[in-house]
């Protein structure tokens, strides 16, 4: 076996800060929690990641992919948990390269809000750091109500620069939520955390990407989160289909034979191209949405911050 380096030299590395009944939680050293983004097709500016892994599980997290960059299993992504070092000089100064109008991104490879925040807070400090900070253009997205936590340092931030907020909800059936999302809190509590935030004047939506084919597109499912987005004070929603990369197939398929066995040859076959589910089911899904959007009075503004450019909002897992 060839030696670890980078990154997963770092994580093999990393001390034990504590071990609870699933999951454990390391320490990981790096040089900063603000990632710049790159390439013609980027979607923000800067994405920031607190932790490696999260403690939710998803069965169809497209995330687990960052496991693998630390030669972990990706079954792993959900017990085997990092938080970043936290030294409030280093954000401030790395801070300063974001610009006037730049977009930056809490959350695009873990939920920023899962339970080990509230042991190690990295949200609420990297919020404190942002204070004063004006022209920004910042999203987070989370299954979490531990979100409502920062509404008073959220409220301080959107005055100066714009803010929006996406709460993840895929279905309003409590007992499928269970079952796709184990240890993410229940969409009964995540949609009183959106109406907490906009009763605050938060600009706050509702994701209910990734839509699964079969088990959470049928036009009630979809209709039901919209409905309770909007009574919930939501603007927006968005959905769009499951994108399945090889990490997250891996997990995904042997849990979808497993709970839903009469459901994985179809899987097989829409996938059959790869990542992306083929072109018809996703114009498909876009016009179920639409319609459904238009009917509940919400908007699709995903689009204002997203740049204008192409998207992956499978992203908003
Ligand atoms: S989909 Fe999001 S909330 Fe679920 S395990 Fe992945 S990062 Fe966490």
Redesign the pocket.
């Known amino acids: 076996m060839s030696p670890l380096i980078g990154i997963a030299k770092m994580a093999a590395e990393s001390p034990l800060l504590e071990a609870k009944r699933r999951v454990a939680y390391f320490e990981l050293q790096g040089k900063s929690l603000l990632n710049r983004c790159s390439g013609q097709r980027k979607i923000f500016d800067w994405t920031v990641n607190p932790y490696r892994g999260?403690e939710?599980?998803?069965r169809y997290?497209y995330?687990r992919y960052t496991h693998e960059f630390m030669e972990l299993p990706v079954e792993e992504f959900?017990t085997r948990l990092f938080a970043k070092t936290w030294d409030e000089a280093t954000w401030r100064r790395d801070l300063r390269q974001v610009k006037p109008g730049d977009t930056v991104a809490f959350g695009t490879a873990?939920?920023c809000y899962?339970p080990a925040e509230r042991r190690y807070g990295l949200m609420r400090k990297m919020l404190e750091g942002l204070a004063g900070r004006t022209g920004m253009r910042l999203t987070i997205t989370t299954?979490s109500d531990l979100i409502t936590r920062d509404i008073d340092l959220l409220t301080e931030l959107a005055r100066r620069n714009r803010v929006w907020i996406f709460l993840t909800i895929t279905t309003m059936n409590a007992e499928l939520a269970r079952r796709t999302?184990a240890y993410?809190p229940r969409p009964d509590l995540r949609m009183e955390a959106v109406a907490e935030l906009a009763r605050h004047g938060l600009d706050v939506g509702v994701s209910a990407s990734p839509v699964l084919p079969w088990l959470t597109d049928r036009e009630e499912s979809l209709a039901a989160v919209a409905r309770a987005a909007r009574e919930a004070g939501a603007r927006t929603l968005h959905a769009r289909p499951l994108f399945l990369r090889d990490s997250a197939w891996a997990v995904f398929l042997p849990w979808l034979e497993r709970e839903f066995p009469h459901l994985a040859g179809r899987y097989r076959e829409r996938y059959r191209r790869g990542a992306y589910v083929d072109p018809a089911y996703h114009d498909w899904l876009r016009e179920r949405v639409d319609r459904i959007r238009a009917r509940c009075g919400l908007d699709n503004r995903a689009d204002d911050f997203l740049l204008h450019r192409p998207t992956q909002l499978s992203l908003f897992?």
């Open positions: 999260c939710y599980g998803c997290c995330a959900e873990t939920d899962q299954k999302e993410a897992a």
